[in-house]
Protein backbone atom coordinates (compact mmCIF):
# COMPACT_ATOMS: atom_id res chain seq x y z
CA UNK A 1 0.00 0.00 0.00
CA UNK A 2 3.20 2.39 -0.24
CA UNK A 3 3.96 2.41 3.66
CA UNK A 4 7.25 2.22 3.94
CA UNK A 5 8.59 0.05 7.25
CA UNK A 6 11.75 0.69 9.10
CA UNK A 7 12.75 -1.92 11.66
CA UNK A 8 14.63 -1.16 14.77
CA UNK A 9 16.03 -4.28 16.95
CA UNK A 10 14.72 -7.61 15.15
CA UNK A 11 14.31 -8.05 11.67
CA UNK A 12 11.22 -9.21 9.64
CA UNK A 13 10.28 -11.61 7.17
CA UNK A 14 8.11 -10.98 4.19
CA UNK A 15 7.98 -7.39 3.93
CA UNK A 16 10.22 -5.16 1.96
CA UNK A 17 12.26 -3.41 4.77
CA UNK A 18 13.17 0.39 4.24
CA UNK A 19 15.61 0.91 7.02
CA UNK A 20 17.14 -2.19 9.47
CA UNK A 21 18.92 -0.73 12.13
CA UNK A 22 19.87 -3.24 14.79
CA UNK A 23 23.14 -4.18 17.30
CA UNK A 24 25.60 -6.42 14.98
CA UNK A 25 24.14 -9.18 16.68
CA UNK A 26 26.55 -11.88 14.86
CA UNK A 27 29.40 -10.02 16.32
CA UNK A 28 27.91 -10.19 19.77
CA UNK A 29 28.27 -13.60 19.08
CA UNK A 30 32.09 -13.02 18.55
CA UNK A 31 32.67 -11.13 21.28
CA UNK A 32 31.34 -13.44 23.78
CA UNK A 33 32.99 -16.22 22.29
CA UNK A 34 36.15 -14.66 22.19
CA UNK A 35 35.75 -13.89 26.22
CA UNK A 36 35.05 -17.48 27.29
CA UNK A 37 37.05 -18.96 25.20
CA UNK A 38 39.91 -17.35 26.46
CA UNK A 39 39.00 -17.29 30.23
CA UNK A 40 39.00 -21.03 29.48
CA UNK A 41 42.15 -21.30 28.60
CA UNK A 42 40.86 -23.10 24.88
CA UNK A 43 39.44 -26.35 26.76
CA UNK A 44 36.42 -27.50 28.08
CA UNK A 45 32.77 -27.21 27.71
CA UNK A 46 29.89 -25.05 27.74
CA UNK A 47 26.10 -24.50 27.16
CA UNK A 48 24.19 -21.91 25.22
CA UNK A 49 20.96 -20.43 25.94
CA UNK A 50 19.65 -19.06 22.87
CA UNK A 51 16.36 -17.94 21.17
CA UNK A 52 16.36 -19.34 17.35
CA UNK A 53 12.49 -17.84 16.53
CA UNK A 54 14.04 -14.46 16.84
CA UNK A 55 16.56 -13.13 14.00
CA UNK A 56 18.75 -11.04 16.54
CA UNK A 57 19.42 -13.97 19.11
CA UNK A 58 20.01 -16.80 16.26
CA UNK A 59 22.77 -14.58 14.81
CA UNK A 60 24.14 -13.99 18.38
CA UNK A 61 24.29 -18.05 18.17
CA UNK A 62 25.45 -18.16 14.81
CA UNK A 63 28.54 -15.90 15.70
CA UNK A 64 29.33 -17.99 18.80
CA UNK A 65 29.45 -21.18 17.43
CA UNK A 66 31.36 -20.00 14.49
CA UNK A 67 33.87 -18.54 16.75
CA UNK A 68 33.95 -20.97 18.76
CA UNK A 69 34.94 -23.39 15.81
CA UNK A 70 37.51 -20.98 14.30
CA UNK A 71 39.72 -20.18 17.10
CA UNK A 72 38.73 -22.49 19.92
CA UNK A 73 38.34 -26.16 18.71
CA UNK A 74 39.22 -27.40 21.71
CA UNK A 75 35.84 -26.35 23.75
CA UNK A 76 33.04 -28.63 23.47
CA UNK A 77 29.23 -27.20 23.30
CA UNK A 78 27.38 -29.84 25.33
CA UNK A 79 23.94 -28.05 25.35
CA UNK A 80 22.11 -25.47 23.50
CA UNK A 81 18.60 -24.69 25.16
CA UNK A 82 15.48 -22.46 23.65
CA UNK A 83 15.06 -20.20 26.48
CA UNK A 84 11.73 -19.10 24.66
CA UNK A 85 12.49 -15.29 24.57
CA UNK A 86 12.86 -15.44 28.40
CA UNK A 87 15.04 -12.16 28.60
CA UNK A 88 15.80 -13.49 32.53
CA UNK A 89 17.57 -16.72 31.00
CA UNK A 90 21.12 -15.82 31.91
CA UNK A 91 20.04 -14.91 35.28
CA UNK A 92 18.31 -18.23 35.97
CA UNK A 93 21.50 -19.61 34.66
CA UNK A 94 23.63 -17.61 37.51
CA UNK A 95 20.98 -18.47 39.69
CA UNK A 96 21.63 -22.18 39.51
CA UNK A 97 24.75 -22.32 39.39
CA UNK A 98 24.46 -20.19 42.88
CA UNK A 99 21.75 -22.82 44.04
CA UNK A 100 24.09 -25.87 43.50
CA UNK A 101 27.17 -23.89 44.43
CA UNK A 102 28.78 -24.12 41.94
CA UNK A 103 30.68 -20.76 41.75
CA UNK A 104 33.24 -22.14 39.34
CA UNK A 105 31.06 -22.13 36.04
CA UNK A 106 30.99 -18.84 34.72
CA UNK A 107 28.23 -17.38 32.92
CA UNK A 108 28.30 -14.91 30.47
CA UNK A 109 25.07 -12.71 28.87
CA UNK A 110 23.98 -10.13 26.67
CA UNK A 111 22.65 -6.70 27.80
CA UNK A 112 22.97 -4.51 30.68
CA UNK A 113 19.73 -4.86 33.14
CA UNK A 114 20.96 -4.24 36.30
CA UNK A 115 21.11 -7.14 38.43
CA UNK A 116 23.51 -8.81 35.71
CA UNK A 117 25.56 -5.44 36.01
CA UNK A 118 25.12 -5.58 39.66
CA UNK A 119 26.49 -9.27 39.61
CA UNK A 120 28.99 -8.67 37.67
CA UNK A 121 30.50 -5.61 39.27
CA UNK A 122 30.68 -7.72 42.47
CA UNK A 123 32.83 -10.46 41.43
CA UNK A 124 30.52 -13.31 41.02
CA UNK A 125 30.36 -15.68 38.57
CA UNK A 126 28.71 -13.91 36.16
CA UNK A 127 31.42 -12.65 34.56
CA UNK A 128 30.94 -10.76 31.67
CA UNK A 129 27.82 -9.48 29.18
CA UNK A 130 27.86 -7.80 25.89
CA UNK A 131 26.54 -4.21 26.02
CA UNK A 132 24.37 -3.14 23.47
CA UNK A 133 23.63 0.29 22.73
CA UNK A 134 20.05 1.04 22.66
CA UNK A 135 20.31 4.90 22.39
CA UNK A 136 22.32 5.16 19.48
CA UNK A 137 20.04 2.36 17.47
CA UNK A 138 16.79 4.34 18.57
CA UNK A 139 18.38 7.21 17.13
CA UNK A 140 20.24 5.62 13.86
CA UNK A 141 16.25 4.25 13.48
CA UNK A 142 14.59 7.42 13.31
CA UNK A 143 17.60 9.48 11.48
CA UNK A 144 16.76 6.82 8.68
CA UNK A 145 13.43 7.09 8.60
CA UNK A 146 13.87 10.93 8.17
CA UNK A 147 16.28 10.34 5.50
CA UNK A 148 14.19 8.29 3.90
CA UNK A 149 11.18 10.13 4.37
CA UNK A 150 13.63 13.31 2.38
CA UNK A 151 14.23 10.66 -0.46
CA UNK A 152 17.39 10.48 0.57
CA UNK A 153 18.73 6.44 0.09
CA UNK A 154 19.14 4.32 3.63
CA UNK A 155 21.31 1.97 4.33
CA UNK A 156 20.87 -0.82 7.02
CA UNK A 157 22.97 -0.41 10.32
CA UNK A 158 24.89 -2.59 12.48
CA UNK A 159 25.50 -0.93 15.85
CA UNK A 160 28.86 -1.84 17.45
CA UNK A 161 28.63 -3.37 21.19
CA UNK A 162 31.19 -4.01 23.81
CA UNK A 163 32.12 -6.55 26.43
CA UNK A 164 31.20 -5.33 30.20
CA UNK A 165 33.52 -7.50 32.66
CA UNK A 166 34.02 -6.27 36.26
CA UNK A 167 36.93 -4.26 34.56
CA UNK A 168 34.66 -1.87 32.75
CA UNK A 169 31.73 -2.43 34.08
CA UNK A 170 31.14 0.98 37.09
CA UNK A 171 32.38 2.65 33.74
CA UNK A 172 29.59 1.67 31.80
CA UNK A 173 27.62 1.79 34.60
CA UNK A 174 28.02 5.58 35.01
CA UNK A 175 27.75 6.36 31.04
CA UNK A 176 24.17 4.71 30.82
Do not use: H
Not at 7 to 25: K, L, Q, R, W, Y
Not at 142 to 169: F, M, P, R, S
Amino acid sequence: KGVAVGTCDIGIEGVDVASFVSSDNYGIGEIAADYIGTEMNGEGEIAILTWPAASATADRAKGFKDKMEEKYPNIKIVSEQDCNADRSSSLAAYAATQSLNRSDINVVAVDTDGEVMEAIQNGTNLVATVSQDPYTMGYKALENAVKYLDGEKVEDIAIECELVTADNCAEIIERN
